[in-house]
């Protein structure tokens, strides 16, 4: 949905020029016209003489941030049963909660918290795992919708390896289960579908061979997981004896990106080298899950490896692997992550600095949707504005040192996104008080 009003947004702009960098200016307009950034100006041109302005002096305005990976069905149990690891805490708390969903009343309950959450937080796109139910699903997608985000929603597929009740009968029976689900996603301006095969220990080969032929019929995106875990890829190489590598298992079975296919997958902790350089060639977004990868004691992925390499990347939150749905908290995060691995690891890959994290959550994830995650002219007005004022300080601080200290200090994003506009649209918050 483009909205054809023009109108500015005046504060401190700040933005990743380039993968390293982060540029701020302070007290300029930031201008929007037909849902994409028009400009950026210390004043208004004469052309723009009477435009709308929103004054937010002195507050920090960030391109909105994108969430590449999150299961929504999994924030009711946020920070419960994190002394386990991954397999045994899918089986000890992610089935039991999914099983839930069959219920759409449960649905829209337990939904409803998480949608008004991710609302009124800093993330302006996302990609959202929902559970095997169709119906579930479309009450997921419909409430995102409503908030004006911009979404891709997946029904998960899983025929194998879970609790009966959750588990889908056979390949047809999921297959069918998904066109039901793609017939249903109709009247969405701004939510849409997206493949979503759990990983492979959860579908059987003629269940993935028929969602990369579904893929190839529809052109929908896919979403996964991969390499995870050690005791989830040693399952896999004896699951999948033709493959070289738990990556090769998903390229065999048409499912890792490619012309055509463009494709996420979550986590990526143990892709070694050939198996980066197949992301890399199959143009595969890695999602880095930080937050989750040490919830679950899954280790630490090697994202400057990505990063060198000219891997597609993005932060993802990963509820509820990870406990909390802030990326700005998951910028902080990477920082954190990077230095253990650095130190205790694998030496020669240096920790990741605060603005390369940063592009990580703007422009990095923000490729996935085309034109996203930064403050230039031809950009989606995806945009954000932060009010730092409940963490004071006696010293100067500029506005890098602000957004900085914020990615650390803020423990929830309701507590300082005062704005929050998708493609131009209000989604969040209400004008300054000045208008
Ligand atoms: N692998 C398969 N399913 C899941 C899930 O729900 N969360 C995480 N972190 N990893 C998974
Ligand atoms: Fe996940």
Not at 215 to 229: A, I, K
Not at 396 to 408: A, P
Request: hydrophobic share 40%; glycine share 8%; net charge negative.
């Amino acid at each position: 949905m483009k909205q054809n009003t023009t109108f500015a947004l005046r504060g401190n702009l700040l933005d990743g020029t380039s993968p390293t960098q982060i540029h701020f200016l302070d007290n300029y307009y930031l201008v929007c016209e037909n849902g994409q950034v028009a400009g950026i100006f210390p004043r208004l041109p004469q052309k723009y003489a009477g435009l709308q302005v929103e004054n937010w002096e002195g507050r920090l305005i960030i391109p909105g941030l994108v969430d590449l990976h999150t299961h929504a069905p999994q924030y009711p149990f946020r920070g419960l049963g994190m002394d386990l690891e991954l397999l045994d805490w899918l089986n000890a708390r992610t089935f039991p909660e999914e099983s839930r969903y069959a219920d759409p009343a449960y649905a829209q309950r337990a939904y409803q918290l998480f949608v008004e959450d991710l609302k009124s937080s800093a993330t302006t796109r996302a990609c959202i795992f929902a559970t095997v139910h169709p119906e579930g699903t479309l009450l997921l997608m419909r409430l995102l919708e409503a908030t004006g985000m911009v979404t891709r929603v997946g029904k998960v597929n899983m025929d194998r390896n879970c609790p009966e009740g959750l588990r889908e009968l056979s390949a047809e029976a999921s297959l069918a289960a998904t066109r039901k689900w793609l017939e249903g996603c109709v009247g969405f301006s701004h939510t849409r579908p997206i493949l979503t095969p759990r990983f492979i220990p959860s579908c059987s080969d003629p269940l993935l061979e028929g969602l990369s032929a579904l893929q190839r019929e529809t052109g929908l995106p896919v979403q996964s997981h991969l390499s995870e875990n050690p005791s989830e890829v040693e399952w896999v190489r004896q699951l999948c004896p033709d493959a070289i590598g738990y990556g090769d298992a998903y390229l065999r079975r048409g499912l890792l990106g490619g012309l055509g296919c463009p494709t996420i997958m979550a986590h990526c902790v143990y892709s070694d080298a050939a198996e980066r350089r197949l992301l890399r060639e199959q143009g595969v977004w890695v999602a880095h899950c930080p937050q989750s990868n040490t919830n679950l004691t899954s280790g630490i992925a090697p994202a400057r490896a990505f990063l060198e390499e000219g891997v597609p990347m993005g932060l993802g939150s990963d509820l509820a692997g990870g406990h909390t749905l802030s990326i700005l908290r998951a910028i902080a995060d990477t920082v954190q992550v990077s230095k253990l691995r650095w130190r205790l690891q694998d030496s020669a890959y240096r920790p990741l600095t605060f603005p390369e994290a940063f592009w990580l959550a703007t422009a990095g994830g923000g490729s996935f949707f085309g034109r996203v995650g930064r403050l230039q002219p031809g950009y989606a007005f995806d945009v954000v504005v932060l009010d730092d004022s409940a963490y004071p300080h006696p010293q100067q601080l500029n506005s890098l040192e602000r957004l900085e200290r914020l990615c650390y200090l803020c423990s929830d994003d309701r507590q300082v996104v005062v704005r929050k506009f998708v493609e131009g649209n209000p989604v969040a918050g209400s004008p300054p008080a000045s208008l």
